[in-house]
Each structure stands twice: as C-alpha cells, then as structure tokens.
C-alpha cells in the first residue's frame, strides 16, 4: 500500500510545519494533531503560517479519544509532540515525563491493540540521548566522557578529559554507535520516546526510525520561548537590544543544520526503507562553535550590541556534540545543502518581517535556573 495519509503530531510547531508545508506539496492528505501549548504558541491560535490544505486539530497527545481516531485513520505517524527544554525539564519532571514518554506510550499502546494500517513511524529524538559527543584520546582512542563534574566547571575548567587516562581529549563527529548517556530529564525522554519506537517497531513489523536533531535553526522559531534553540534565544536578544548571553567561553562545538535539510531527511525516512528500525542522525556534517553563531546573528543584524561570555557553566550541559551523518548518507541519500551563512542569512531576513514580535523572557528562564540550583558558581 502506498502511503497517502499521514498524520503530524506537534505540526504547528516550526519543524513540523515545515515538513507539512513539504508533504502537501509532494500530494499528501495530512492531518496535524497539535495543543498549541502556550509556552511555544503564545496567542493561542493557529499559526499564520499553518498550510491550508492540511487538516488542523486541536488536541493532546494524551487524550486518547482525541489521538486513538487520527491515528487509526493514518497510514504513517510523525510524532514530534513534545515537552522541549533542558534546562526546564529538570523542575519540571513529572511534565515532561507525561507529555514526552506517556504520550508516545499512547500512540503505541493504541498501534499494538487497534486495527491500523501505519506503515511507517518516525519520531523525533534528539542530540541530547548521547550526553557528550564523541571523543578521541591519542593514548586510549575513543573515548566517551561523561558529565564534568561541577568542580571542574566552577574552575571555568570547561575541556573534557579523558576517563581512562584523564589526558586531553579532542571532539570528534558523534556517530549512532556511540554509547549513550543522558544528564538531563529531557534527554531521558527522548531516549525512552526513541527506544520504545525501536523497540515496537521490530516486535510487531511497524517500519520505524528515529530522527536524532542535531542543532536545527530557520525560520518559524518561537522567538518568544525562553527554552527554544540558542539561536531563536539570542536571535530574540538581539532584537529586544540586548546581548545573547553565552555560557562557559564559547567555544563549545555543535552542528547546526537548517530546517530545510532537516525536512528533506525526513521525507526521505518517510518514503525509503534503509534507516527502518534504526536511530539516524540529521546534521550538517559541519562544525561550529556557538560563540561563532552568536557573532554571525549580530553581524547579519548589523547590530552593535556584543555577546556576553559568562564564563560560568550549567550542571546539564555539554562540552562538544556534532554529528557524524555517514548513515544518513549512506541509507537515505541525504545530502544537506544549506550553508550556515545561507540558512542564518534567511532565519534573519524571516526574523524582521514576521508578525510575530520577539518578546525576551531569558533573563527570566534563566533566574529560575539560578533558583533550582542549576548554574555553577565560579
């Protein structure tokens, strides 16, 4: 059977409406299941940007007399409804245990026990499921660190080291295979949201993948969410004239790859078979440092404000995580295309003429960090 319908949990959100704008487009019937939560929608409505051709329902992915229907009626499920914060998750736990792990345990609790005809299921995982990313020690060869401890950052000691040796060690791209390690209740949530995909998926023959983001960025950001990508944070800084704000020197490494690669992998998980039943990483196979992105939104900006370095840590944070995207490559084809210069360049031009205002709420997020305990002193 070919797949027609496909149902898109979370698809007002920006990643979500990219690849609905992308599968109506390429003929398909879909429907979004979204509750517009307010921390992302803050007016409450549906987005300018919703595509008209979709089918839109308001709902949460735990009201199973809401989702069992929509599900019932797909023929693939791409669940990206979640609770999505680091930093948040750690107060707010039963939360994102509810939204993240019971709403997919719905979603396949209602796969295993109704008559269905999904034949494909992609859900979105995330960087976070692997701690660390991958290093390489010259004495002991690769290595997987795990969280500093909060003595070595309150030393603005921000390097990782070896575990074995304790010597200096060097960022490598991070490939699937990597041991994981999750340090924060978000990354927990991912890891169980992926893990029970994987895992229904092979025992009752559901063609299945998940998408591990690295750091995804473009237009339809939330530029009022405090616990949104550190690009949509500095980005909303920068407009409301003050500095984006960034942790520990610098130069912590990260991969960030545009919205419109990220949605032609999707689609190519959607339509081709090479990653079923595996955990596949969506990257630019670039590398940057995010003092580096926050110097690039200031110059696109032409603005005249600085960042600020703290040189102060968070106890949730990593070091270095980009990606290694050989199996992306090598399974589905995908070839991302859009450069940083590119991809930035169109998030700000998106950024000055949205209806949407910027409004700042970081200093507040980040005094309730201070608050639970969550930033190291140094």
Known sequence: MTIQNVLVTGGAGYIGSHLVDELVSRGYEVTVLDNLEPQVHRSGTWPSYANPRARYVRGDVRDRAVFEPLVLDAQAVVHFAAAVSI??????????VDVNTRGTALLLDILVNRPHRVEKLIVASSIGVYGEGAYECATCGPVAPTIRPETQLAARDWEQRCPVCHGHVRSVPTPESKPLWRDNIYSMTKYHQEEMVLLIGRTYGIPAVAARFFNVYGPRQSLSNPYAGVAAIWLSRLLNGKPPVVFEDGGQLRDFVSIHDVVDCLVLMLEHSGADYLPVNIGSGGTVTILDIARLLKTLLDS?????????????????????ISRARETLGYAPKVSLDRGFAELIEWAKTTPDVAVDFFDAALEELQQKGLLVKS
């Open 87 to 96: 930093g948040q998750s750690m107060y707010q736990i039963d939360r994102y």
């Open 304 to 324: 005249p404000i600085e960042p600020l370095v703290t040189n102060t840590g968070r106890t949730f944070d990593i070091r270095h995580n980009t990606a290694d």
